[in-house]
């Protein structure tokens, strides 16, 4: 939502703007604006009674023999007696269970930071000589950012309707992998500059704009089931450290695309 929304103000901005700096200000305002909003609505958040019954820390139960606390006693312990502390979960059991579907988010965020925004933002309109604001101002933005944000959001929509494949299907692993033919039809497209690769095959503005939409919607839908489904395979207790693990996996999937689409840029 928040990449679609910024898509949209950046066109509105391209369409009413005049100066640049007047945009700029309007861009930082309107972002101070909305901190200062969530500011005062975390400090309104403490002050309601139901947000404070489920951010209260919750005590380890007392060893057998004596009898639990309840938890509104005005004096839990800290620590059960007997207890240890807060333990740190077993990471090689998380790691082992989630494999397969920390390969798919990687592999999945590497092939679609590989080509967004280096790739997609570089293509230019095939009538860009014609000087139409279509094929000049507006084309980038809305074939490259808007398109993609918009359907990466319809993509993690419908995971709330359809889960399929499931967690330990082969057809998940599957269609990442074949997410891989994306990253040369994007690139020969009219990508401009080019210094190596001087065919264009794909002759019309049409098929960036169907490329980006099937980049954004596969890359919605596929990772997102992908991050659900991770803390649904593993134990309870090992619930929410899974979530950890399959943010990290996120971020590297993001971290590596992002570093190979410089070399992908110079290759062309």
């Given at each position: 939502?928040?990449g679609?929304?910024?898509?949209?103000?950046?066109?509105?901005?391209?369409?009413?703007a005049?100066?640049?700096?007047?945009?700029?200000?309007?861009?930082?305002?309107?972002?101070?604006?909305?901190?200062?909003?969530c500011?005062?609505?975390?400090l309104?958040?403490l002050?309601?009674d139901y947000?404070?019954?489920y951010?209260?820390?919750?005590?380890?139960?007392?060893?057998?023999?004596?009898?639990?606390?309840?938890?509104?006693?005005p004096?839990?312990?800290?620590?059960?007696p007997?207890?240890?502390?807060?333990?740190?979960?077993?990471?090689?059991p998380?790691?082992?269970?989630?494999?397969?579907?920390?390969f798919?988010?990687?592999y999945?965020?590497?092939?679609?930071?590989?080509?967004?925004?280096a790739i997609?933002?570089?293509?230019?309109?095939?009538?860009?000589?014609?000087?139409?604001?279509?094929s000049?101002?507006?084309f980038?933005?809305?074939?490259?950012?808007?398109?993609y944000n918009?359907?990466?959001?319809?993509g993690r929509?419908?995971t709330?309707?359809?889960?399929?494949?499931g967690?330990?299907?082969?057809?998940?692993?599957?269609?990442?992998l074949?997410r891989t033919?994306?990253?040369?039809?994007?690139v020969f497209?009219n990508?401009q500059?080019?210094?190596?690769?001087?065919?264009?095959?794909?002759?019309?503005d049409?098929?960036?704009?169907l490329?980006?939409?099937?980049?954004?919607?596969?890359?919605?839908?596929?990772?997102?089931?992908a991050?659900?489904?991770g803390?649904?395979?593993?134990?309870?207790?090992?619930?929410?450290?899974t979530?950890?693990?399959?943010?990290?996996?996120m971020?590297?999937g993001?971290v590596?695309?992002?570093a190979c689409?410089?070399?992908?840029?110079?290759?062309?």
């Amino acid at each position: 939502m928040g990449g679609t929304l910024s898509a949209v103000a950046s066109l509105v901005d391209l369409a009413g703007a005049s100066d640049v700096t007047d945009s700029t200000l309007a861009f930082f305002l309107t972002a101070d604006v909305f901190l200062a909003l969530c500011i005062g609505l975390y400090l309104l958040l403490l002050r309601l009674d139901y947000a404070r019954y489920y951010m209260r820390p919750v005590w380890p139960a007392v060893f057998s023999g004596e009898e639990q606390l309840p938890q509104d006693s005005p004096n839990p312990p800290l620590v059960a007696p007997g207890s240890s502390g807060s333990q740190t979960p077993p990471l090689r059991p998380i790691l082992k269970k989630t494999a397969g579907l920390g390969f798919c988010i990687i592999y999945l965020l590497f092939v679609t930071s590989l080509v967004f925004p280096a790739i997609s933002s570089n293509i230019e309109s095939l009538s860009k000589g014609s000087g139409s604001p279509w094929s000049t101002k507006f084309f980038v933005p809305l074939t490259a950012f808007l398109l993609y944000n918009f359907a990466d959001l319809c993509g993690r929509q419908i995971t709330a309707w359809i889960q399929v494949p499931g967690p330990r299907s082969k057809v998940l692993p599957g269609l990442v992998l074949l997410r891989t033919c994306l990253v040369p039809l994007f690139v020969f497209c009219n990508y401009q500059p080019r210094v190596h690769l001087h065919t264009v095959v794909f002759q019309s503005d049409v098929y960036p704009m169907l490329f980006t939409c099937l980049l954004g919607l596969s890359n919605g839908y596929l990772s997102t089931l992908a991050l659900v489904y991770g803390p649904k395979i593993v134990p309870r207790e090992l619930a929410e450290a899974t979530g950890v693990v399959m943010s990290f996996y996120m971020y590297l999937g993001l971290v590596l695309g992002s570093a190979c689409s410089a070399l992908l840029v110079h290759l062309i």
